[in-house]
């Protein structure tokens, strides 16, 4: 087996905990030799971990292209606006690449994105992990398999937790539409492409609904202060509490993402000075924290699906309908109930991987990817989750969010230019 050599375009949560651990876990199979960050600890860590010389370490992503091509892939995992030029630019110098999702948030660019892979005939791989878990997969096998008859209806929820929404979408680096991407974009393309996958159908017409509701000025209770850190009058009857999130749960839950120094004054020096460290009801966040996306196929199926970012847990749940079966399953549990209408049987199919994110899809997604590289001169085909096949769940989100931002008005998908 190659060791593939490979450039890293942003350390943050996905570089430093997905794509820097498996290159630990695996320096075999893969190598990184180069590293772009602006932010100078988890610039210099991820150098130092992985012995990448000093020639090759830069605090931006244009700079590491100034020396041409150093590697055999580039991994993109910068900002949602940092997407399409470097991977254009990566595909220009002969890169095979893997793009963070999703692909940009200007529809016009992921059609850009997608023909310039088959122009320059490189390998772009959208990471779109949830195809590659054991959980959906299975549950693809099933319907590939016959199991349900033809799927009539889709029903997906995603539990996008109160806390991950507090931290990523409220505080966060994805808390404003116009610097990152719309919610329904920048959370859930993971899902739209999960139904699209399973439903295997053109989508003809979307619907959306959705707003923000609760993380607004107006609804911060009397006593609160701008920062949790402050003295605020609530903070222990705050379930947004920031102390209680990033102090008083261990380090790797959440304050990892927050700051690379773990101490205790390194976390709170974050919080006062960082924006993770503001009540939630004062932050300048715009993206919804709830919606609902309506979907019809051109075979006449349909699927619905719900975010929301008010729930306890971060599972995801599904409910697939067929004319001969139905598939109902929780991911976070890890398994899935098929029912068979005919023979009345229930059969439980467990599909949980503990140790590896997003239901073991991370591992198998970069697997998968490194030996699409391998094989490409003499095979040259574009992965489960390329450009071509993330199209449609982009373009999805791209009229939801017309749809929601125009009262719900159904949108003709063959009709829609962004």
């Known amino acids: 087996m190659k060791k593939l050599t490979a450039v890293l375009l942003g350390a943050g949560s996905r570089g430093r905990f997905i794509y ?37 370490v830069y605090d931006s992503w244009d700079k590491a292209f100034e020396q041409g091509k150093i590697a055999d892939v580039m991994i993109i995992a910068t900002l949602d606006r940092m997407h399409y030029i470097p991977a254009m630019k990566a595909m220009e110098l002969g890169y095979h690449v893997m793009l963070e999702k999703p692909m940009s948030p200007d529809l016009k ?55 991950h929404m507090a931290h990523s979408y409220v505080r ?49 209770p009397v006593g609160s202060t701008e920062r949790c850190i402050d003295g605020c009058a609530v903070e222990r009857e705050c379930a947004f509490s920031g102390i209680k999130m990033y102090l008083e749960q261990p380090a790797d839950n959440w304050a990892r993402y927050m700051t690379s120094d773990l101490t205790q004054e390194g976390i709170i020096r974050a919080m006062k000075e960082g924006p993770f460290g503001r009540c939630v009801y004062r932050c300048d966040n715009n993206v919804v924290d709830h919606q609902i996306v309506n979907m019809e196929f051109a075979n006449g199926a349909n699927a619905s699906f719900i975010m929301s970012g008010l729930t306890q847990s971060g599972t995801r749940r599904v409910q697939v309908m067929g004319t001969e079966g139905e598939i109902i399953g929780d991911m976070d549990k890890g398994s899935f109930t098929l029912y068979r209408y005919v023979s009345g049987e229930e059969i439980e199919i467990k599909c949980s991987v503990k140790g590896d994110g997003h239901g073991g899809g991370d591992h198998r997604m970069v697997r998968s990817f490194l030996q699409n590289v391998r094989k490409f001169e ?41």
């Open 378 to 418: 003499e095979n040259p085909g574009h992965g489960l989750t390329s450009a071509t096949a993330s199209l449609q769940s982009h373009l999805i989100a791209f009229a939801s969010e017309q749809s929601r931002l125009d009262s719900g008005r159904s949108i003709k998908l063959s009709e829609f230019n962004g």
């Open 109 to 163: 660019e992921c059609v850009e994105l997608e023909q310039a892979s088959l122009r320059h005939k490189r390998l772009l791989v959208v990471t779109h992990v949830l195809r590659y878990s054991p959980f959906w997969s299975g549950i693809k096998k099933c319907i590939e398999d016959g199991e349900l008859g033809k799927v009539a209806t889709i029903q997906l929820t995603e539990n996008v937790g109160y806390q």
């Open 20 to 56: 820097g651990p498996y290159a630990e876990k695996f320096p075999n199979e893969l190598q990184f030799v180069a590293v772009a960050e602006p932010d100078q600890q988890r610039r210099e860590s991820f150098a130092k971990l992985h012995n990448i010389d000093e020639q090759f």
């Open 172 to 220: 966060g680096n994805w808390r404003k539409s116009e610097e990152s991407s719309p919610m329904i974009l920048a959370k859930s393309c993971h899902d739209l492409d999960i139904i699209s996958w399973l439903m295997d159908q053109p989508c003809t017409t979307v619907s959306s609904f959705g707003s923000l509701m609760h993380f607004r000025p107006k609804n911060a």
